[in-house]
């Protein structure tokens, strides 16, 4: 491959290789050559031009196949456009020759066409440049064109039209020869031709005025006839003609109108002809009305189906305002459309018809207008309602019947009714609840118009509007409630209307089903009125013979939608439900009996009816109640269900005695039963199973029907994936709801509410936009199949071969065209019970079930039918899977093989190569593993049959689903089957487009099994890959759109393997060209594909994209058509967005802008903020048409260079954006908003991203990058926007937004006002975007949001005045009244739930506002240590600053209110810890509810609850705790109580009771809440709830009443540790940590607390007995701690597993393990030093909470605990602090052996045994050694002199211990770091001190000459740094200290040692100016202390003075040169030194 490119062909390198890659090679260099021509330099170019020639032109006559054709073409024309155009004439005579030539063998077809293509691309490339040779060509292609196949017509008509493009008006002279030669081959039999010429005609018609003016009714009529027998390419083709022509008979081209003077048609004109071919097809004009009413025969559906394509072209291409202005002209048009009795001739028809015109109505009205206009077209829309109804009315109150034509007006009039309300729907549930506007305005009156038609008498009209009002009130939920009170009522007043008990229960049903799409629900109340009036129809109707049937349906209908509200309400109506059920049927056979002798034919009609419906009610019950379906209930149910299945024996005979117009009441009641008992578990019926499948198999084997109806489910029971094969993919485009009409089976697509009135209230199918329930016969059919499928697998083997046999008998009894119909029922029955069985992993049987199976299966694989066969081939693969045996399988795939061997018929060869398929696709790789080679070697023979392409396109598919299933073990055949993929896609004609898609299958299929081998660089592979790209690149340049997917997926495929080898610069490009593409397949794939590249590519994605929208800008090149601008391709896909409908296609463009966006929004800030800001802000205030720059691609592609040039022409130009693009709908803007919390989210990585100062510094330093504080102005304005907004959606979203900022943004300051933040210059916009969201007409969901926000807030700190702080803190006041309001509050609008979500959230909102209040409060009450004032004058500290805000100002806000808050809040919880408790528990919960939640909306309250309680607990303990447990409300409770509106129930209770039992339950109540959830905490609960639960817990401990209560029930506090244990182990996070051990060290303390009360009481008690006193406390006189009861064990065990986590050195068995490498002791961080350290002091308090025996218990470990964090934490530090853990481990040594434990004499031996140990083990480790290098020995000494001095007494003596201290201060004194040395002396001298000389005299006499010995040395080496010299200063005070220490006598000899040392620091005087500053203060210090040491002892001082002289003269003279510095300079010496003498290091914490 590689040697293919080069310039010129490498001819060589082409001999060398086989045949059969040649044409490979060819097309390799021809693509290389275009890439290159283009870039290439042109000298080169020209330098080979010659040559290049010659090989192109020698290509032509090579044969080349279609890609190499057009590749050849393309070439050529590019090489004549670059180089020297001098042959150019030769090269097209050469050409216009073959095409001539006679020669019509197929081997030279490929050669002509090669011709016909470059003619084509010479003219389009460079058109006029040719001159005027054009009229010779186009002849000679005309005469070409005369005489070709097909294929040759297509291409020719394909040059042609390139011909037409690239001349433009030149080629006027030949226009009406090419018109007249294209114009009969519209009907040509070959789909592709018709193609062909649909486009030559539409670039014909550009500059032919002919075509739109004199033409123009013989153009429609054409393409009338060119739709008949159409495929859905064709309609595409020539509705897109037939469209454009007539836009532009209505509104001519510019230029064409400059040329010639054009009578310019009317739309009246132009709508007439359209409409003659959606009524009348192409059969010609038959002008005069007799005529046509007289005409039968209706319109081919095709023709229907095209012309409504066209009529949506048609619109577009006039674009958005112009719809805007005609809208009235065309609705009314439409809406005749379907009232014309030619489009209503039978029930079907009329549903097409109604279906067509809906879909024009819905792709022109919800695409090109904005919501602005919408609301307009809606208006429009109303009126034509209400003028059809005011008709409808004059003709029924008619009575004297004069008005006889009235009657045919009325059932037109219907069909009018149901599209116009359908579009009406669909307008105002895809506005939401921007339609509030069209619904509010009274003018328009759109409820009052949508309810008048509840009365109309058509039921199809009355569905129609219930399903118009369920779309209201899906889009204004706040609409639903008074829509069904306004319903009951009228039905109440209405009862003696039979339209209107119909018409108004239709609504409340259709209602009832709309409440699952509206979150906040209805009143529970709404359930009891719907029963209420359903039980009252069905007990009248037995009253009022012309009201029974009416009123029996409406009960069952509404009793059926009541079981959508779910289970919580239906639980309520149960009992009732289930009498009613019982009643409706005869209670017994005897009964049963009686009742066929009874009645009358209505009498039947009714009964039938009712119980049609009754069945109807139940399975609605069973679908949505499934958690009420217990035992009972089951069996209950089936009593009824039981005796129908009974009846249905009898009906036959009734139907006979009464006629056969209760046929369908009959199949109603069987087509509910079916439906039930599928819901139903199988084994509840297993008694019926006979009689039912009797029934199921007479149903779909059609048995007593003489219909020849099919079943609807055989292609959704087939595989997905055969689609191609059955032509289902047209499901997967724009036009499925019409295309759905030209489906094979009965009554495709005929959907519509009147065939099944129940459908109104379920759930809308995925992708449906209203319910389309197919014809009864058909449903039934489809109810039996499914239901077969379900019972199936349940039979015995015996009934189930009988049922197989009974099939093929049915099979062989139909004779034509029922015996089709008769094969696929049975078909799709054995496809649906080979499915359950499946399912249930059961098998099909014995042999002779099998044999049975097999030939039923086998004989329909040789079907005509192509549908037969798939579902054959499904079918028998499906066996093989359920029979899941070797040789069974083998035996199948053996008959397939011989038969495909022998076979020379299409069918066979078609229906046993798709078998094949089949069995591999369910077999898998492995069972199927031995018929591979063979299967494989077939196929790929089959798929070489040129001669049937229906035989390529079976087999290739086959060979796909094997591929597929074959994984790995297909490796070996991969390069082969590649090599016949390529060879195809080079050599099939393009018009076979299913050859095509399967090759692209086949691709796709072999890139997988491939896989991420396609990385590797080997031969092999680099060829295979290789292959797969050009594979890939032929497939991109297919005309068809499917063939294009499968191309880009196939990429795709490639992209995920080997990212490496696929080019993103072309790719990406062509994925862009395909996003404006009109097909949504080719948008799918393009946008999946994006979506992938996004997820590791965005950047360059995006980068490709723009540079495509330059390239195109740059180029003027009209073919690309793009729309992509200054915004990018985020900006498409935002556009895209508002346009697509399609879920899927939607989630991949959220999916692909959320990839991009995270990998692109932080660096390119300003672009996304500017998207999404312009998505925001477009409002829907201006008209339809806003000029928005995300989107340019309205109409379509075709139209867009045309529509300049003619804007000052048409009247259309008052400014000149006169392409309408819509502003974004508010769903997009929802997702922008999003959008920008997920920027938000995305910038928390970078700090700067939220500091002003940083960020402007960052700007100044680099000017490109972008700081989203720069933008927080934008934010805020976004936010605003949304929040207010008329969207609910979007106001959530905003307020969302607007949180997220406030939290992100709070503490940034604003630099240029210390002590301001950024956020304060917002505060009108916060508050001014909250205010909206409390008045009383929102939602509640939206006032839950906002008060969440309102407490962001305020709690945020941001506003500083109190006045401004008032208006959001008033939002709060108010929505607290509402709260005080009570359950029964007013008129309410949503469910009780709703309630109770808005009530919490403000409760939630004032919770945490008080816990920020308290928290502020709190650290202002502990910070007036700043002003050095007296206590007295503190009360004018507030006028310090005026303007600051005070404190406690917060919480004076809150104060008045906590009284009614406090209730509230304790309520609360009372509720939540009711609703936690297990369901085992319900019968405890009060029955009528609690103080904010109802009964019947028990699960839904438990989620609000769930999410607001954490706040409310925290808030309640900061209440207790400061009030003393609501001590002074006890006071205040009587007479507070009646001024407040009633209080809740709870509050009467309180004053009953005394304190003490108040503060108990308050206890019980907080711990078990907190308790209840730290036990289990879901994973999915936030982070911030744990923490709000142990703050709460802590500052509950806080409170004396807390910790008394906590303390006296021990297995309490032991309970609360074990639960905090256990979240330690659960959650990580440090915070949870740190807070866990405060509660504990609470926990503790309280315990102390109480030991010592109960110590002091018992002290006083026994006074005289001395010895009971210690066995207080844990332990005992025993020592025994009890897991599971001892608090100080559980307390233990939580500490132990902390110090664990954070050193798991301490752990002993770490240590022995193997595999343990030592750890270096290392700074832990921050965190993790406080834990640890909280830890260590807690531990140290445990000994405190055990008697003497206990504690001796506990004391070895907590001691070994304590040594080891000593040992692992003391770490050296920079700047010698001491670290946190050592601080605490010291204060715990302390704490512990000063304990009053030492004391006590029974654990005395005990006790110095541990003691001396401890010391041991610190010891041990005190000195720094290989493995602790930076150990840091100073506080190791430290914890020795600890020792030392708290426990002297048992240390004395201890030589071991006493030798190891020595040394460890040895060390110290010898060490070479000043810092140490000074810290030694300092603990030396305490140990000097110590009282007990038995303690201090050997260290004196051990290390005092050492000292003395280091201090001399001074002398030599004078210290150079401030640390050395305080290291010698502390000695020196050492050696002072010892001096006033030893005795009188002794002086002498003490003083002789410290004199001389100080003296000989002194410098000379010559020396002193040029000492340095150290040396001087050494100096000036011992100077000092001499003078000082002097008068303290003058005569031992004199003595050694004296003694030696040199030392009194060195003094002397220093004293002198101290006096004569001046008396200033002597006063500031003097303060400097006594500052310097006292010690300048303090320790932390002083230990000693």
């Not at 037109?412 to 149901?418: I, R, T």
């Amino acid at each position: 491959m590689e040697l293919a490119h080069s310039l010129l062909l490498n001819e060589d390198a082409l001999a060398q290789i086989t045949e059969a890659k040649r044409p490979v090679f060819i097309f390799e260099w021809l693509r290389f050559l275009d890439k290159v021509l283009v870039a290439a330099n042109r000298v080169d170019v020209k330098e080979k031009q010659k040559k290049l020639v010659e090989q192109l032109t020698g290509l032509i006559s090579s044969a080349p196949g279609p890609p190499t054709r057009k590749l050849l073409a393309k070439n050529l024309a590019t090489l004549y456009s670059i180089g020297d155009t001098f042959t150019v004439f030769q090269t097209l005579d050469k050409c216009n020759e073959i095409i001539k030539s006679k020669d019509d063998t197929p081997a030279y077809l490929p050669t002509k066409l090669a011709a016909v293509a470059c003619v084509g691309a010479f003219y389009e490339k460079m058109g006029r440049m040719l001159g005027s040779s054009f009229p010779d060509t186009i002849n000679n292609l005309l005469k070409a064109l005369k005489s070709a196949e097909s294929q040759g017509r297509g291409e020719i008509l394909l040059s042609l039209q390139k011909v037409l493009s690239g001349l433009g008006g030149a080629a006027a002279s030949c226009h009406r020869d090419i018109y007249k030669n294209a114009r009969s081959l519209l009907t040509d039999r070959s789909m592709a031709v018709r193609c062909a010429v649909a486009k030559c005609l539409l670039e014909l018609q550009n500059e032919a005025v002919f075509m739109w003016t004199t033409e123009l009714e013989n153009v429609a009529t054409l393409c009338f006839k060119a739709l008949e027998g159409s495929n859905y390419g064709v309609r595409v083709a020539v509705a897109k003609l037939l469209g454009t022509v007539m836009a532009t008979a209505l509104m001519p081209k510019q230029a064409a109108v400059m040329r010639q003077n054009v009578k310019r048609a009317t739309l009246e004109e132009v709508l007439e002809l359209m409409a003659t071919g959606f009524l009348r097809g192409g059969s010609g004009f038959l002008k005069s009305g007799g005529e046509m009413l007289k005409g039968g025969g209706s319109v081919s559906r095709e023709v229907r189906v095209g012309v409504t394509q066209a009529y949506v072209v048609f619109v577009t291409t006039l674009g958005g305002q112009w719809l805007e202005r005609n809208f009235a002209t065309f609705l009314s048009h439409v809406l005749d459309l379907v009232s014309h009795p030619r489009a209503t001739q039978t029930h079907v028809e009329a549903v097409y018809s109604r279906r067509c015109v809906s879909f024009m109505l819905r792709a022109t009205l919800g695409g090109l207008l904005g919501e602005k206009a919408q609301i307009a077209a809606g208006k429009e829309i109303c009126q034509a309602i209400s003028k059809q109804m005011r008709a409808v009315e004059a003709v029924v109150n008619d009575i004297s019947g004069e008005n006889k034509a009235g009657a045919a007006d009325v059932s037109a009039s219907q069909h009018v009714m149901v599209c116009a309300l359908k579009e009406l729907g669909s307008l105002v549930q895809s506005l939401s609840a921007t339609a509030s506007p069209l619904i509010q305005e009274p003018s328009i009156g759109l409820l009052e118009t949508v309810t008048s038609v509840l009365l109309h008498p058509s039921m199809a009209a009355r569905l129609a509007a219930a399903w118009c009002l369920r779309c209201v009130a899906v889009a204004l939920p706040y609409q639903l409630t008074p829509l069904l009170d306004r319903c009951a009522e009228r039905i109440n007043n209405l009862k003696s209307s039979p339209e209107a008990v119909s018409g108004y229960s239709f609504a409340m049903a259709a209602l009832l089903g709309g409440v699952h799409q509206c979150p906040l629900g209805i009143p529970h109340s709404k359930g009891k009125l719907v029963v209420s009036i359903a039980e009252d129809l069905l007990r009248t109707a037995a009253q009022n013979s012309r009201l029974s049937l009416q009123r029996t349906q409406a009960g069952w209908l509404l009793l059926g939608a009541l079981m959508t509200l779910g289970p919580s309400l239906v639980r309520y109506h149960l009992p009732k439900m289930l009498l009613l059920w019982r009643n409706v049927f005869p209670r017994s056979q005897k009964e049963l009996e009686a009742e066929k002798a009874r009645g009358d034919s209505f009498t039947w009609q009714v009964t039938l009816e009712g119980r049609a419906g009754a069945l109807c009610a139940m399975r609605s019950f069973v679908a949505h109640c499934p958690e009420l379906l217990t035992e009972d209930v089951i069996r209950r149910l089936m009593t009824p269900i039981e005796c129908a299945m009974t009846m249905m024996s009898h009906v036959p005979a009734i139907i006979k005695v009464h006629g056969a117009h209760l046929k369908a009441s009959a199949a109603m009641v069987r087509l509910r039963l079916y439906d039930i008992l599928a819901l139903l578990p199988p084994k509840t019926y297993e008694g019926s199973f006979n009689a039912l499948l009797r029934e199921l198999v007479a149903e779909f084997t059609l048995t007593d029907n003489s219909a020849n109806t099919t079943t609807s489910l055989l292609r959704s029971l087939c595989h997905y994936d055969d689609s191609v094969l059955m032509g289902s993919w047209l499901q997967e485009t724009d036009h499925k709801s019409i295309e759905d009409q030209l489906q094979p089976n009965s009554a495709s697509g005929s959907g519509a509410l009147e065939h099944d009135p129940s459908s109104i209230y379920l759930r809308v199918p995925v992708g449906e936009a209203i319910p389309g329930p197919l014809p009864l016969g058909v449903s039934v059919i489809d109810a039996s199949v499914a239901l077969f499928g379900v019972v199936f697998p349940h039979v015995s083997f015996k009934h189930r071969l009988q049922m197989l046999d009974h099939f093929a008998e049915c099979i062989k009894q139909a004779k034509g065209v029922r015996q089709q119909a008769v094969q696929l029922n049975i078909f799709t029955a054995v496809l649906s019970a080979l499915k359950g069985l499946a399912e249930n992993k059961s098998t099909l049987g014995p042999e002779e079930v099998r044999k049975s199976a097999l030939a039923l299966v086998m004989g329909a694989l040789d079907n005509p039918n192509p549908i037969l066969r798939c579902a054959a081939g499904e079918a028998l693969g499906r066996m093989a899977q359920v029979v899941g045996e070797a040789t069974f399988i083998a035996r199948m795939a053996q008959t397939s093989f011989d038969k495909l061997k022998s076979a020379r018929d299409v069918v066979s060869r078609t229906g046993h190569s798709l078998a094949l398929g089949c069995l591999h696709r369910y077999v898998g790789g492995i069972g199927s593993g031995q018929h591979l080679k063979t299967s494989v070697s077939i196929l790929l023979a089959l798929a070489q049959d040129g001669s049937s392409h229906e035989v390529q396109t079976w087999a290739l598919h086959s060979l796909a689903l094997i591929v597929d299933s074959s994984g790995p073990m297909y490796r070996g055949y991969v390069e082969p089957t590649l090599s016949l993929v390529l060879t195809l896609l080079l050599t099939v004609p393009p018009s076979h487009t299913e050859v095509h898609q399967c090759l692209g299958r086949c691709l796709g299929a072999l890139i997988t099994t491939v896989g991420p081998e396609l990385q590797g660089n080997g031969a092999t592979i680099s060829t295979i890959r290789s292959s797969c790209l050009v594979g890939c690149a032929i497939m991109q340049d297919h005309s068809d759109s499917l063939v294009q997917a499968a191309a880009i997926s196939c990429l795709q495929q490639l992209h995920m393997f080997a990212p490496r080898h696929v080019n993103l610069s072309s790719l990406v490009p062509c994925l862009c060209v395909h996003l404006c593409s009109s097909h949504l397949l080719l948008r799918r794939a393009a946008v999946a594909c994006l979506r992938q590249l996004a997820q590791r590519e965005a950047a360059e994605v995006c980068e490709y994209a723009m540079s495509l929208a330059k390239r195109a800008g740059d180029s003027k090149d009209t073919t690309i058509n793009l729309n992509i601008t200054e915004t990018g391709l985020e900006g498409v896909l935002f556009g895209m967005l508002d346009r697509e409908t399609d879920r899927k296609l939607c989630s991949d463009i959220h999916d692909t802008l959320g990839h991009m966006l995270s990998s692109l929004a932080v660096e390119k800030l300003s672009h996304w903020l500017k998207l999404c800001k312009d998505v925001l802000a477009a409002t829907t205030d201006v008209g339809g048409a806003v000029v928005f720059e995300v989107e340019k691609d309205e109409e379509d592609s075709e139209k867009k260079d045309e529509m300049d040039d003619d804007t000052m022409f048409t009247g259309l130009g008052e400014d000149d954006k006169s392409k309408p693009s819509v502003a974004p709908r508010w769903v997009t803007r929802v997702f922008a908003a999003d959008c920008l919390c997920r920027i938000i989210l995305l910038c928390e990585n970078d700090k700067a991203h939220f500091d002003l100062a940083a960020a402007r510094s960052a700007q100044a330093k680099n000017p490109k990058g972008d700081q989203l504080v720069l933008h927080l102005s934008d934010l805020i304005r976004m936010a605003f926007m949304a929040a207010t907004d008329h969207s609910n959606q979007l106001r959530m979203a905003g307020l969302q937004a607007l949180e997220d900022i406030i939290k992100k943004f709070a503490s940034v300051p604003e630099p240029e006002f210390p002590g301001h933040v950024i956020l304060e210059q917002y505060q009108a916009n916060v508050g001014a975007a909250l205010r909206p969201a409390f008045s009383p007409d929102t939602p509640s969901d939206i006032t839950a949001k906002a008060c969440q926000v309102c407490s962001t807030w305020i709690g945020s700190g941001v506003v500083s005045d109190l006045n401004d702080l008032r208006r959001v803190h008033n939002l709060l006041v108010s929505s607290l009244d509402k709260v005080q309001a009570g359950k029964g509050s007013s008129s309410q609008l949503y469910s009780e739930s709703a309630t109770t979500m808005e009530k919490l959230a403000v409760l939630k909102a004032w919770a945490e506002v008080y816990v920020v209040s308290m928290k502020i409060k709190k650290e202002a009450e502990s910070k007036p240590a700043k002003p050095v004032r007296s206590a007295e004058d503190d009360e004018d500290e507030d006028d310090l600053g005026a303007n600051v805000l005070p404190p406690d100002s917060l919480i004076t806000l809150v104060q008045p209110e906590l009284p009614s808050l406090s209730r509230l809040w304790l309520a609360m919880l009372r509720d939540y810890a009711l609703l936690t408790l297990p369901a085992e528990f319900s019968s405890q919960l009060p029955p009528d509810g609690g103080a904010f939640y109802t009964p019947e909306t028990i699960d839904t309250a438990r989620l609000h609850y769930r999410s607001s309680w954490a706040p409310v607990l925290h808030a309640v303990a900061l209440w207790l705790s400061s009030t003393g447990f609501g001590a002074s409300e006890e006071k205040e409770e009587v007479p507070s109580a009646p001024s407040k509106t009633p209080a809740l129930p709870q509050g009467a209770s309180l004053t009953t009771k005394t304190f003490e039992e108040s503060v108990e339950d308050r206890m019980h109540l907080m711990l078990g809440v907190s308790i209840e959830f730290l036990c289990f905490p879901r994973p999915e609960e936030p982070i911030e709830h744990v923490m709000s639960c142990l703050q709460a817990l802590f500052t509950l401990l806080e409170s004396p009443c807390a910790k008394t209560h906590i303390a006296e029930d021990q297995l309490l506090a032991v309970e609360l540790l074990n639960v905090l244990h256990r979240l330690l182990l659960t959650r990580d996070p440090p915070a949870v940590q740190l807070q866990v051990t405060a509660v504990v060290q609470e926990t503790i303390r309280a315990a102390q607390d109480h030991l010592q009360r109960q110590r002091t009481s018992k002290g006083k008690e026994e006074e005289g007995e001395k010895d009971s006193q210690p066995s207080l406390g844990e332990g005992g006189d025993t020592g025994e701690l009890v897991p599971g009861k001892s608090l100080v064990f559980a307390a233990m065990e939580l500490l132990v597993f902390i110090l664990v986590r954070h050193l798991p050195q301490l752990n002993t068995r770490v240590k022995e393990s193997p595999s343990h490498v030592p750890l270096r002791p290392q700074r832990l961080p921050e965190e993790s030093a406080r834990l640890v350290a909280n830890t260590v002091s807690i531990l140290a308090e445990l000994p405190s909470l055990c008697s003497p025996a206990g504690s001796m218990t506990i004391l070895p470990t907590v001691l070994f605990l304590i040594t080891g964090v000593l040992r692992e934490t003391a770490v050296k530090t920079a700047d010698n602090s001491v670290p946190v853990p050592v601080s605490a481990a010291l204060q715990g040594i302390k704490t512990i052996i000063t304990s009053p434990l030492a004391r006590a004499e029974s654990m005395q031996t005990q006790w110095t045994g541990l003691v001396r140990s401890s010391l041991a083990s610190v010891l041990e480790h005190s000195q720094p050694d290989e493995s602790r290098p930076d150990m840091d020995e100073v506080n190791m000494l430290t914890a020795i002199t600890l020792f030392l001095l708290s426990a002297s007494n048992e240390l004395v003596g201890v030589m071991v211990l006493q030798n190891g201290c020595m040394d460890c201060f040895r060390n110290a004194l010898n060490s070479s770091d000043p810092w140490v040395q000074a810290r030694c002396y300092q603990l030396l001298l305490s140990v000097f001190q110590h009282s007990s000389r038995a303690l201090s005299t050997p260290y004196i006499h051990t290390l005092a000459p050492l000292m003395v010995q280091k201090l001399k040395a001074v002398e030599r080496s004078r210290p150079g740094t401030a640390a050395e010299l305080q290291a010698v200063q502390e000695g020196i005070r050492v050696l002072e200290n010892l001096v006033s220490m030893g005795e009188e006598q002794n002086r002498v000899q003490l003083l002789a040692l410290l004199v001389p040392t100080l003296i000989s620091y002194l410098l000379d005087e010559n020396a002193i100016s040029s000492a340095p500053q150290v040396s001087k203060g050494l100096h000036d210090f011992a100077l000092q202390n001499l003078m000082r040491i002097g008068p303290l002892y003058p005569a031992a001082f004199k003595i050694v003075i004296g003694a030696a002289p040199e030392l009194k003269i060195r003094l002397e003279s220093a004293i002198r040169a101290n006096q004569a510095s001046s008396r200033a300079k002597a006063a500031a010496r003097q303060a400097q030194p006594t500052v310097q003498a006292t010690p300048t290091i303090k320790l932390k914490t002083s230990f000693f």
